[in-house]
């Protein structure tokens, strides 16, 4: 059964705090992304990487920075927690092709006191 | 104005009961489109995927529909269940020249379904 893992599934977190999301999938897949979910909007795209220590800049990176060391690992990092970051966070992991199956971790819900 | 626009908002409709959510979108060209089911507090389940040249596909009661001139697309649920209550995200993927997928997101359809 495939697995995309996200480290925490409710975090809670002060104004200004950094504050590290973790995301792990069993896969082996390239390519992994991290969106934000809010109430009335569909999922939003802020980072991805399709490689290694590769990394793009999706929709809405401001505020927002990433790490990729490992091939199954994908860090979402708030370099300065703000309110208007909370949100519910989804990992994804996709293989490589334009037609493969995307797979969605449980998600993060993050609120910012 | 978004480019994937999902109706309606939201849905209730009595178990046993069939159902049609509709997408429209603007996404061209595009590549594949996919339909989603969330439950609440969860991430996405992946329910289909149809390329651009696919009419329908169905998975099991859902059955999802194609039309690329209209650029629309709609998810058929047939018997409804109670564990059916979820959101249903439809997503565009572009053609784009990467080989990755990017990933455009309706807002959602809010389906309940009563006893």
């Known amino acids: 059964d495939v697995k995309v893992t996200q480290s925490s599934r409710y975090l809670v977190k002060r104004t200004g705090e950094k504050v590290f999301l973790e995301c792990v999938q069993d896969?082996?897949?390239?390519?992994m992304f991290w969106y934000r979910q809010d109430p009335g909007l569909g999922l939003r795209l802020i980072y991805f990487?399709?490689?290694?220590?590769?990394?793009e800049k999706g929709d809405i990176p401001e505020g927002y920075s990433v790490s990729r060391e490992k091939k199954e690992r994908f860090s979402l990092i708030l370099e300065s927690a703000s309110t208007n970051q909370t949100s519910m966070y989804l990992c994804?992991?996709?293989?490589?092709?334009?037609?493969?199956?995307?797979?969605f971790g449980q998600g993060t819900r993050l609120t910012v006191v | 104005k978004n480019q994937v626009e999902q109706s309606p908002q939201s849905l209730i409709i009595l178990e046993g009961k069939n159902c049609t959510l509709q997408?429209?979108?603007?996404?061209?060209?595009?590549?594949?489109l996919r339909w989603y089911k969330q439950d609440t507090g969860r991430g996405p389940v992946s329910l289909t995927i149809?390329?651009?040249?696919?009419n329908t596909k169905s998975n099991g009661r859902y059955t999802a529909t194609l039309d690329a001139d209209t650029k629309q697309s709609s998810l058929h649920i047939t018997a409804s269940q109670l564990s059916d209550s979820a959101s249903y995200i439809c997503?565009?993927?572009?053609?784009?020249?990467?080989?990755?997928?990017?990933?455009?997101f309706g807002a959602g359809t809010r389906l309940a379904v009563h006893p």
């Open positions: 994804a992991s996709t293989q490589g092709g334009r037609n493969t199956e995307a797979f």
């Open positions: 896969m082996d897949h390239e390519n």
């Open positions: 990487s399709y490689d290694v220590k590769m990394k």
């Open positions: 997408c429209n979108y603007t996404v061209s060209p595009f590549s594949n």
């Open positions: 149809m390329t651009f040249s696919e």
């Open positions: 997503v565009v993927s572009p053609m784009t020249s990467g080989g990755y997928n990017k990933l455009i």
